[in-house]
């Protein structure tokens, strides 16, 4: 079978996708991206707005993008695939278990959170993705001095969060951070064209 009907979608171009079916050893980022540079994680990426940008503007950094959904998770591989980012790649996966199982120890620089699913309802709020359990994961995976970097247009789960990361001692609040340098993602432009506040966090892995 000739190498375009095997792969359709892919064509000549490099496979962005991570495979969904690992569930165990964690990564080596330097074997998946052919190079070893500094490797940041977009979690719960949407339609990878964000991702494809940051790609496209540090060629010199590597992107995964964490998505749980399918049909967002294929939209951030098209825009991989169609702009050669051979610096993005895209899993189809819980982030949580991600972080936890899959990230080697101090083996990211930078984990971003854009507009995580609030889960409003007290008896939801352990569905939340940043509390102290994932705090713990996460300083585990991000190398010293490595940051984590919350955006979101909820104020209750804001100020959740941040409580929730003073029970971690490995997270400091990075005050420098304003998140200007930032380049928008789908959520934001919709929260934008709504007039919502914007919250924006970053912390510093000691
Ligand atoms: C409100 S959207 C924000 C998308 C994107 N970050 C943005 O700023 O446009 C939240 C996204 O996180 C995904 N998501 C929610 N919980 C997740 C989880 N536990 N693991 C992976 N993705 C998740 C949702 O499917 C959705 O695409």
């Known amino acids: ?97 991600f972080i936890k199982n899959l990230c080697a120890k101090s083996s990211l620089d930078a984990i971003t959170v854009r507009y995580p699913d609030p889960w409003p309802k007290r008896r939801h709020h352990a569905n939340r993705l940043l509390q102290k359990e994932f705090f713990e994961d996460a300083a585990q995976a991000v190398i010293s001095g490595g940051c984590m970097k919350l955006t979101t247009d909820d104020r209750e789960y804001f100020e959740w969060a941040q409580k929730e990361a003073e029970k971690c001692s490995a997270w400091v609040p990075d005050l420098s951070w304003t998140g200007v340098d930032e380049p928008t993602s789908e959520f934001e432009e919709l929260f934008a064209k709504e007039g919502r506040e914007v919250y924006r966090k970053a912390w510093r892995k000691r």
């Open 1 to 97: 079978m000739p190498k375009s009907a095997a792969k359709p979608f892919l064509g000549e171009s490099p496979d962005p996708w991570l495979s969904s079916q690992r569930l165990y050893p964690p990564y080596v980022w330097s074997e998946v991206f052919g190079r070893s540079s500094p490797v940041e994680v977009d979690l719960g990426a949407g339609d990878g707005v964000y991702a494809e940008a940051r790609a496209k503007r540090e060629s010199d950094r590597n992107f995964i993008a964490v998505e749980r959904l399918l049909g967002r998770a294929t939209k951030i591989a098209k825009k991989a695939i169609r702009n050669q980012l051979t610096n993005l790649k895209v899993l189809r996966l819980e982030s949580a278990y």
